[in-house]
């Protein structure tokens, strides 16, 4: 299993160097400034939640005889609470987040929004979350640069 968990690792490495390679003019240059408060909140957030969810998926894929994604879906369904838990988690992951990234980033002019919902496949959910609002909070501040310099230039 140390094999398809590396597999998991290497695609949420590569979906979440996507989405920044896509979107660099946010990374690059003056116009969106340093990092603010509230981002390094939302990569904080999304770090953590990586690691956490890292951790117990190691830690189940280690004691788990046949770990896979089914087993592991199958397995949020352990009893009423976790149902609960796990629908919400589903509904919130796999519908709402990519109608949300996609709808949305389409408006903010972010680049291929859609890679966060790939991306929360390989990573965890709170992170593709967080790092989507991390973007919204730089591609807001690289708006107005350039909306900006378009009315200094006029």
Same mark, same amino acid.
């Given at each position: 299993?140390?094999?398809?968990?590396?597999?998991?690792?290497?695609?949420?490495?590569?979906?979440?160097?996507?989405?920044?390679?896509?979107?660099?003019?946010?990374?690059?240059?003056?116009?969106?400034?340093?990092?603010?408060?509230?981002?390094? %909140?939302?990569?904080? +957030?999304? =770090?953590? /939640? &990586?690691?956490?969810?890292?951790? #117990?998926?190691?830690?189940?894929?280690? @004691?788990?005889?046949?770990?896979?994604?089914?087993?592991?879906?199958?397995?949020?369904?352990?009893?009423?609470?976790?149902?609960?838990?796990?629908?919400?988690?589903?509904?919130?992951?796999?519908?709402?987040?990519?109608?949300?990234?996609?709808?949305?980033?389409?408006?903010?002019?972010?680049? %291929?929004?859609?890679? +966060?919902? =790939?991306? /929360? &496949?390989?990573?965890?959910?709170? #992170?593709?979350?967080?790092?989507?609002? @991390?973007?919204?909070?730089?591609?807001?501040?690289?708006?107005?640069?350039?909306?900006?310099?378009?009315?200094?230039?006029?």
């Amino acid at each position: 299993m140390t094999a398809s968990l590396l597999f998991y690792g290497i695609l949420g490495i590569i979906t979440t160097a996507l989405a920044v390679y896509w979107n660099r003019h946010l990374f690059t240059g003056d116009a969106v400034g340093r990092v603010t408060a509230l981002e390094a %909140a939302f990569y904080f +957030f999304g =770090v953590l /939640s &990586l690691v956490l969810g890292w951790y #117990f998926n190691v830690r189940y894929t280690h @004691a788990v005889h046949d770990a896979n994604y089914v087993n592991f879906t199958k397995d949020l369904f352990a009893n009423w609470a976790a149902d609960s838990a796990a629908q919400d988690y589903i509904i919130a992951n796999v519908v709402l987040l990519p109608l949300w990234t996609i709808s949305d980033g389409r408006r903010r002019g972010i680049k %291929a929004p859609w890679i +966060f919902f =790939v991306m /929360s &496949l390989f990573t965890s959910f709170a #992170f593709a979350m967080a790092a989507y609002l @991390a973007f919204v909070e730089r591609q807001i501040r690289y708006s107005r640069a350039a909306s900006s310099a378009l009315s200094s230039t006029a």
